[in-house]
């Protein structure tokens, strides 16, 4: 029982590492322009808060000729579709993550406060993507539901405070 549950650690603890190192990973080929910083934007996620939403299942059972197998149609497409979005917002803040590093080094001033808040940032990211990568595959067995507001606002945190180090003039030159 014990070499289990110590196997089950480990392998818990070696996701954990993968999972961090990947959403701390840097982007050598980082567009850090004023014209990217503005096309970040939470907006472009909005659809994927909604996607897994299980009014359109109950609606598509309510329907006559319904079969079950279609509800697994239903959600094994919306988690392909999901999964895109997903993808999107790690690099999404991945990049930003990068930037506002890249920011920090060629600052005038120390900025510790920025770098813990980026280091729990990070963290938080790559625990809410393990409980959201669970939660998917749950949700395409139909055993679960799928909150991914948690990562959407870290991401919506982060491009905020990367903003905030844009002159307003570079800014409305854009």
Known sequence: MIP??????????????????????TDSHLPVTVEWMESLSVDRYRPMLRLL???DLSFLR??????????????RQRC????????????????????LRMVMLHADNDRPDLATALLRAQAAFAWGMIQVQF???????????????????????????LRSFVPADAASAA
């Open 4 to 25: 289990a549950v110590l196997a089950a650690v480990a392998g818990l603890a070696a996701v954990l590492i993968l999972v961090f190192r990947q959403v701390a990973a």
């Open 135 to 161: 939660h998917l595959t749950l949700y395409r067995l139909g055993m679960a539901s799928v909150d991914v507001t948690g990562l959407v606002s870290l991401f919506d945190v982060m491009q905020l405070e």
């Open 62 to 75: 309510s329907q006559p000729g319904f079969k079950p197998a279609m509800a697994s149609r239903l959600r």
């Open 80 to 99: 392909n579709i999901f999964k895109s979005y997903l993808h999107n917002l790690t690099a999404d803040f991945r990049r930003t993550c990068s930037a």
């Open 53 to 55: 939403d299980q009014g």
